[in-house]
């Protein structure tokens, strides 16, 4: 069985650690927007100039079909995206994953791109929907709810493990002791990296603030910034950390949509305190896997943080039994297997 994973210039080491067995190979483009190196992949040309964009065709590989012409499954990303309505052409069966959980998003209501989701929804053989939120989604976007299936994505838990070297710790802890909170992802707004700010900014507990990734929103001198690692490096950046905290606030337009870097904290033994938003209380129940606070609230969040900065003993609890929950459900070994048979069961 030959699978091509159709990312263009999304294609990424986190998501692909889900797609590990023979005869995949990994359809990326030139340029790309993250770091993957890998045998199996293939980056061919991309173009997404002004014009391109205006007619829908935004990210076009224009050799993609021919490229694709020999796979017996093409499973692409989004529906409206121009590189899954040439994968839902080729000959052999289609899928496709869903992320988006908002049937308004711009995307769907953009004209051309509209009519470019239409028909690659119709044409799917299969839809990988990573959150429910995200298959209610796509079935209101006219999705026929048998060909439609949930299954979270998972981590690599050899790699994203408890015991895993924390290399970054003595750094991020070099003024004194206390606590690291540590945040991963675009540091903007709809993150709630400023709702975050001012949570840490009345802490009476003794704790250091790590921002990892890029973003316009400022941050005081005591936050400790940290720029986007080599997805290697995450593994060590997790367990140098004592709580993780995503406090999404969603928009008119986005909320969160899975939450990687909640999934990863889980499988290195950490708690995590995010906000009740979009598709993360699939991933994270409030009061076992740690705390969910309403979105927008820096007290709330506050209080969440400071409860398990000043309780190691809850933090290791709950850190054992998140590990045990990414082993049994978010499991990228797992999911490689799964996802195998769905194919199989397509052809």
């Known amino acids: 069985m030959k699978v091509a994973i159709v990312r263009g ?17 990994y359809i990326g483009s030139t340029p790309h927007f993250y770091e993957f190196s890998d045998k199996r992949a293939v980056f061919p040309r991309m173009y997404h100039n002004p014009l391109i964009r205006a007619a829908g065709l935004g990210y076009f590989m224009p050799s993609l079909k021919k490229i694709l012409r020999d796979f017996d499954v093409v499973h692409s990303v989004e529906a409206y995206h121009s590189m899954s309505l040439m994968a839902a052409r080729t000959s052999g069966k289609f899928v496709f994953t869903q992320w ?14 509209k009519l470019i989701s239409k028909h690659v929804i119709k044409k799917a053989d299969l839809i990988h929907a990573v959150t429910r939120r995200a298959a209610d989604c796509v079935i209101k976007l006219g999705a026929t709810p048998s060909k439609v299936f949930v299954k979270p994505y998972g981590v690599d838990p050899k790699k ?22 540590l945040f991963i992802g675009r540091i903007v707004e709809e993150k709630g990296v400023p709702v975050l700010l001012d949570a840490y900014k009345n802490l009476k507990s003794k704790a250091r603030l790590v921002l990892c990734g890029s973003g ?44 990687f870097v909640l999934v990863e904290a889980m499988a290195s033994g950490k708690p995590v305190v995010a906000t009740n938003s979009g598709a993360i209380p699939e991933i994270v129940e409030d009061q076992k896997n740690g705390f969910l606070v309403p979105p927008g609230n820096s007290k709330k969040l506050r209080d969440a943080l400071e409860h398990l900065i000043e309780n190691e003993s809850e933090r290791k609890k709950i850190g054992i039994r998140n590990r045990k929950k990414a082993l049994e459900r978010f499991n990228a070994k797992n999911f490689s297997a799964e ?5 199989e069961s397509i052809l």
């Open 9 to 25: 210039p999304f294609l990424n080491p986190w998501e692909m650690q889900n797609y590990d067995f023979d005869g995949i190979t």
């Open 100 to 113: 988006e959980t908002l049937p308004d998003f711009g995307s769907y209501l953009y004209p051309p791109k």
């Open 160 to 181: 994203f493990r408890p015991d895993a070297e924390p290399k970054y710790r003595r750094r991020f802890l070099s003024g004194g002791g206390g606590a690291v909170i």
């Open 216 to 259: 316009p929103v400022k941050t005081p001198n005591d936050v400790i910034r940290i720029d986007t690692l080599p997805y290697h490096e995450v593994p060590f950046l997790h367990a140098s950390a004592d709580v993780l905290c995503l406090p999404s606030v969603p928009h008119k337009k986005w909320e969160e949509q899975f939450g």
């Open 339 to 343: 996802i195998r048979k769905k194919y």
